[in-house]
T-cell receptor, first 112, second 111 residues
Framework: ETGVTQSPTHLIKTRGQQVTLRCSSQSGHNTVSWYQQALGQGPQFIFQYYREEENGRGNFPPRFSGLQFPNYSSELNVNALELDDSALYLC???????????FGPGTRLLVL | GENVEQHPSTLSVQEGDSAVIKCTYSDSASNYFPWYKQELGKRPQLIIDIRSNVGEKKDQRIAVTLNKTAKHFSLHITETQPEDSAVYFCAARNYGQNFVFGPGTRLSVLP
């Protein structure tokens, strides 16, 4: 198992609400990437944070936002939740932007 | 941008047989190709990776081959065991870009 942790493990929200997901990177890792994994699909890149700056973004609307803290932990915020936002949200940490990524256990979000 | 295709989507093999999963990528500048195994309800786990300066890499029963000319790479699992049953994802990354994952292959190893 990797040292990447995520909280909460499960979350149920209703449409229009906002949610914050958290990720603690593996010791020594300074980069966190966030992915959305819909059921039966591969992870889709949301964005990456390197040394507290956003460093690359996938095809997700601005209501998906994030930040990274000085200890390299990270948050993913989603505003105005939609039903299609229901998915497993994975974070992955690495030492550097281009290095091997190690995934956390994910947060399963259900939007009703 | 990069596009990664993966075949087959499902694969069933008898225990002890070999399994092969193939991925193709579109960006010829991609230079790093990891493979992840995801068991039901668990996180994707890195099982092997290969960089573009290497044609083949092996780790016990698992190997990955890369054909840069054809832009495809394959995962080979020999002597399959029931615990190899999972969904396998390939991914590709170009330096300066981010990882693009394939849609996954569900491998079932039948006892």
């Amino acid at each position: 198992e990797t040292g990447v942790t995520q909280s909460p493990t499960h979350l149920i929200k209703t449409r229009g609400q906002q949610v914050t997901l958290r990720c603690s990177s593996q010791s020594g890792h300074n980069t966190v990437s966030w992915y959305q994994q819909a059921l039966g699909q591969g992870p889709q890149f949301i964005f990456q944070y390197y040394r507290e700056e956003e460093n690359g973004r996938g095809n997700f609307p601005p209501r998906f936002s994030g930040l990274q803290f000085p200890n390299y932990s990270s948050e993913l915020n989603v505003n105005a939740l939609e039903l299609d936002d229901s998915a497993l949200y994975l974070c992955a940490s690495s030492f550097g932007q281009q290095e091997t990524q190690y995934f956390g256990p994910g947060t399963r979000l259900l939007v009703l | 941008g990069e596009n990664v295709e993966q075949h087959p989507s499902t694969l069933s093999v008898q225990e002890g047989d070999s399994a092969v999963i193939k991925c193709t990528y579109s960006d010829s500048a991609s230079n790093y190709f990891p493979w992840y195994k995801q068991e039901l309800g668990k996180r994707p786990q890195l099982i092997i990776d290969i960089r573009s300066n290497v044609g083949e890499k092996k780790d016990q029963r698992i190997a990955v081959t890369l054909n840069k000319t054809a832009k495809h790479f394959s995962l080979h699992i020999t002597e399959t065991q029931p615990e190899d049953s999972a969904v396998y994802f390939c991914a590709a990354r170009n330096y300066g870009q981010n990882f693009v994952f394939g849609p996954g292959t569900r491998l079932s190893v039948l006892p």
